[in-house]
């Protein structure tokens, strides 16, 4: 039903209070709990805060380790994991956090590895659906199918921001039968994507640019700008250039909040301008600190890899007198075949460090694996803050399109079992 001039004022209000309400409350508690989710993990000898929240610190140490993963995979399962520890410690100290915040940022169902669950009906029939989508991995299909079933059928020209090969501004001409101008910085994906759409003869054009230069000869009134998982600056740019050329609609899923240009995050909105938190780009990755495509060989190896990184550490901080954690490059899934001592040794020449020829590599292996343990189980409850701390950024770009004066409606757009990254910002004049 369409909405009448008289009802408008008051769901802006009520939005507006609503949102703004729920980032203070969010940054309160983000603010208090600092101590438990920005540590470093793999700095750490013990768990840092452990004489402040003993209970979660046995808790922590009672699980298995093969019991972490899924625990981790599940914001739901996390919260009962944690949150009784959490609470009888608040308790002991006489301080109340309202712990109702996590039941309510626990958005979505269990995540597994099977992509078998229920996904959105297709837009397309069944015969053009299979090449339409041939160049597009599954689970981006599955996003964009979704993504597309949520935005609102008119005739409104489409802007699609950040495109690549423009497959989600292919799908919407396809499936809604209207013109989309797909914005890419890269020549060779625009190419690909202009074959693409004169093979289906789409009303899909693509200009080469910059989105970080404003593009204000492409953001309009009359328009419905859409970016699918636009990375950090490159999403925030949207909003802002977009809002200032009043365009009628946005519709959004915010992705890789930590890729901005500033070592700090640039707050918004004036209520998150208003919030003591300084943000640093390691602290923006928390809520992308959760994966649903690793398959059991790949988490193996993600922990080997992790523990031998670890094990390395202790090595160098003995040979170098040096207690800091030195960084080591990116590893190829084939040096996880070898050995640990071969490892250590491609890592030491890669540092600099000169190894002695009688290191005792197993007995540093076996530290790697103990900090590995640690390691889990520090990350494991800063874990428990990333569905709060990603719903803060979220609502610090709802709170920003309101005081631009958008109705502004923040949900989800799949399942995370498809992608964590599911939430959608719909904003409209």
């Keep these: 039903?369409?909405?009448?001039?008289?009802?408008?004022?008051?769901?802006?209000?009520?939005?507006?209070?609503?949102?703004?309400?729920?980032?203070?409350?969010?940054?309160?508690?983000?603010?208090?709990?600092?101590?438990?989710?920005?540590?470093?993990?793999?700095?750490?000898?013990?768990?840092?805060?452990?004489?402040?929240?003993?209970?979660?610190?046995?808790?922590?140490?009672?699980?298995?380790?093969?019991?972490?993963?899924?625990?981790?995979?599940?914001?739901?399962?996390?919260?009962?994991?944690?949150?009784?520890?959490?609470?009888?410690?608040?308790?002991?100290?006489?301080?109340?956090?309202?712990?109702?915040?996590?039941?309510?940022?626990?958005?979505?169902?269990?995540?597994?590895?099977?992509?078998?669950?229920?996904?959105?009906?297709?837009?397309?029939?069944?015969?053009d659906e299979p090449h339409f989508s041939a160049h597009i991995k599954g689970r981006k299909w599955q996003q964009i199918n979704a993504f597309v079933a949520k935005l609102p059928y008119e005739n409104t020209p489409v802007l699609e921001w950040c495109a690549g090969k423009g497959h989600l501004g292919r799908l919407i001409a396809k499936a809604h039968h209207r013109e989309v101008v797909s914005l890419e910085w890269q020549q060779s994906l625009c190419e690909a994507g202009e074959q693409f759409a004169a093979k289906w003869q789409l009303p899909q054009t693509f200009i080469c640019a910059d989105a970080f230069a404003g593009q204000s000869e492409q953001l309009h009134t009359e328009l419905l700008a859409v970016a699918l998982h636009a990375c950090g600056d490159l999403h925030v740019k949207l909003l802002q250039h977009a809002s200032e050329a009043g365009t009628k609609q946005l519709v959004i899923s915010p992705c890789c909040y930590h890729l901005i240009q500033a070592k700090q995050y640039q707050p918004l909105s004036r209520v998150a301008k208003s919030s003591a938190l300084t943000l640093n780009r390691a602290d923006l990755q928390l809520p992308l600190q959760q994966s649903v495509i690793a398959n059991d060989k790949h988490k193996g190896y993600r922990l080997q890899e992790m523990a031998w990184r670890l094990g390395f550490d202790a090595l160098q901080r003995k040979v170098r007198g040096c207690n800091e954690y030195l960084p080591v490059p990116a590893v190829k899934q084939s040096q996880l075949n070898g050995g640990f001592s071969d490892f250590c040794l491609w890592a030491a020449e890669a540092k600099g460090v000169i190894l002695a020829t009688d290191i005792d590599f197993q007995a540093y292996q076996a530290i790697g694996e103990q900090r590995q343990r640690l390691t889990r189980r520090v990350d494991l409850v800063a874990h428990l803050f990333r569905a709060l701390l990603e719903q803060w950024l979220l609502l610090d770009r709802v709170c920003f399109l309101q005081e631009r004066g958008y109705k502004v409606e923040l949900s989800e757009f799949c399942s995370n079992s498809i992608t964590p990254r599911n939430a959608l910002i719909h904003a409209f004049k």
């Excluded at 008289?6 to 703004?20: K, S």
């Excluded at 983000?30 to 540590?39: E, K, P």
């Design 1 to 127: 039903m369409k909405k009448t001039a008289e009802q408008t004022p008051n769901f802006d209000m009520n939005n507006m209070l609503n949102a703004a309400a729920q980032l203070r409350q969010i940054d309160d508690l983000l603010t208090s709990s600092q101590a438990l989710w920005r540590c470093r993990s793999f700095e750490c000898q013990q768990l840092p805060w452990s004489q402040a929240f003993p209970h979660l610190a046995e808790a922590v140490w009672q699980l298995s380790d093969d019991s972490l993963e899924s625990i981790d995979a599940c914001q739901q399962r996390l919260n009962r994991a944690l949150l009784p520890a959490l609470a009888a410690d608040l308790n002991a100290q006489g301080v109340q956090w309202p712990l109702a915040l996590f039941e309510q940022s626990a958005i979505g169902a269990e995540i597994t590895d099977s992509i078998t669950e229920s996904h959105p009906q297709s837009l397309l029939k069944a015969e």
